[in-house]
């Protein structure tokens, strides 16, 4: 699995539990750190913690493991760290607070399929 379809997979399993304002940024021309950022949001601290679970069940299914998760016991904002592909899953107020969109704004958006309603 190379690094889009890990992203795009992390971005289908928070659209498949109904994550809100699912977002891939390819940040690969101006970031050292990551090839693609994930952004989400879960409406509650619970649903932040099971959306992380779920991407990290889904991409473990394809030999894809999480490195290194932050803030797992505080919420409000969880970052997992795949190596190339960042997801981060924010708390509403937590993403509207940081805005990291705004951070990345110049940065392209790649689409994924999102789920069937």
């Not at 509650?44 to 991409?59: N, T």
């Not at 030999?63 to 409000?76: H, L, M, S, Y």
């Not at 940065?107 to 789920?115: A, D, I, N, T, Y």
């Amino acid at each position: 699995m190379n690094n889009k379809e890990m992203a795009l997979a992390a971005a289908a399993a928070l659209d498949s539990k109904k994550a809100q304002d699912v977002v891939v940024l390819d940040v690969a021309q101006k970031a050292s750190f990551a090839d693609y950022l994930v952004i989400a949001s879960g409406m509650s601290d619970r649903q932040v913690s099971a959306l992380c679970d779920e991407v990290e069940d889904r991409l473990a299914q394809d030999q894809a493991f999480v490195k290194n998760i932050e803030g797992k016991r505080t919420g409000g904002w969880i970052l997992m760290d795949f190596g190339d592909v960042i997801v981060n899953v924010f708390s509403v107020e937590q993403r509207n607070h940081y805005n990291i969109e705004r951070l990345w704004g110049d940065c392209p958006r790649v689409e994924f399929q999102r789920s069937e309603e």
